[in-house]
């Protein structure tokens, strides 16, 4: 099992639709939990942290549920500019703090 | 200058060049990162460097050669590379505490003739 896994896509939604992305990560001792996104050709640049009582900024919704160690994005009222591929980031406990990526999920608002 | 910073953006090498790419980060942070990233897979975490010790070296092969001479300046110095090391070199800093984000350079992209 990978340590981070996405659901690569695409996603084409059309403007104004909401759109789900889910996570999973194979380490139940993770306890660091981030959103990405890169845009073509473009440095990863935060989006949101995700916290486990679930965060929220703006349109973007971030959850995280340890049970079934998952985490997800919600983004409603997609607009063209939030299309960009969304990587999950999980934190692997070890003796140095490091992050691991997932593949990223694209995503394309279309007009 | 604000941020993570990377020079070159684009390098293009041979296979018997040797190359360097810096990175440097106006952001205070101790640790510092590589990572690799080929098309369509994941970032690969090549090196970290934490208060300028090597604290990471995930497995990379020796044609690849980190330093850090400081908590604001990282360098991957390169040699007899191979095409497939054709990438995007991503450099990010941290504060190396736990749930804190990381911040990325904008990135070299590597050609490898």
């Known amino acids: 099992r990978k340590e981070v896994e996405q659901d690569p896509g695409p996603f084409n939604v059309p403007e104004g639709a909401t759109v789900a992305f889910n996570c999973t990560y194979s380490?139940?001792?993770?306890?660091?939990f981030f959103w990405y996104r890169q845009d073509c050709r473009k440095e990863p640049k935060l989006l949101m942290s995700?916290?486990?009582s679930g965060n929220e900024d703006g349109r973007f919704t971030a959850q995280l549920n340890r049970a079934s160690q998952y985490i997800s994005l919600l983004i409603r009222d997609s607009k063209l500019s939030d299309s960009a591929t969304y990587l999950c980031?999980?934190?692997?406990?070890?003796?140095?703090?490091?992050?691991?990526f997932g593949t990223g999920t694209r995503l394309k608002v279309l007009a | 200058e604000t941020g993570v910073t990377q020079t070159p953006r684009h390098l293009v090498m041979g296979m018997t060049n040797k190359k360097s790419l810096k990175c440097e980060q106006h952001?205070?942070?101790?640790?510092m990162y590589w990572y690799k990233q080929s098309a369509k897979k994941p970032l690969e975490l090549m090196f970290v460097?934490?208060?300028?010790?090597?604290?990471e070296n995930n497995s990379v092969p020796s044609r690849f050669s980190p330093e850090c001479p400081n908590s604001s300046h990282l360098f991957l110095h390169l040699h007899t590379l191979q095409p497939e090391d054709s990438a995007l070199y991503l450099c990010?800093?941290?504060?190396?505490?736990?749930?804190?984000?990381?911040?990325f350079g904008p990135g070299t992209r590597l050609t490898v003739l």
């Open positions: 990010a800093s941290g504060t190396g505490v736990m749930g804190n984000e990381q911040f």
């Open positions: 380490n139940s001792a993770s306890q660091s």
């Open positions: 995700v916290y486990s």
């Open positions: 980031v999980v934190n692997k406990p070890s003796g140095t703090y490091k992050y691991i």
């Open positions: 952001l205070g942070h101790n640790a």
């Open positions: 460097y934490n208060f300028k010790e090597q604290t």
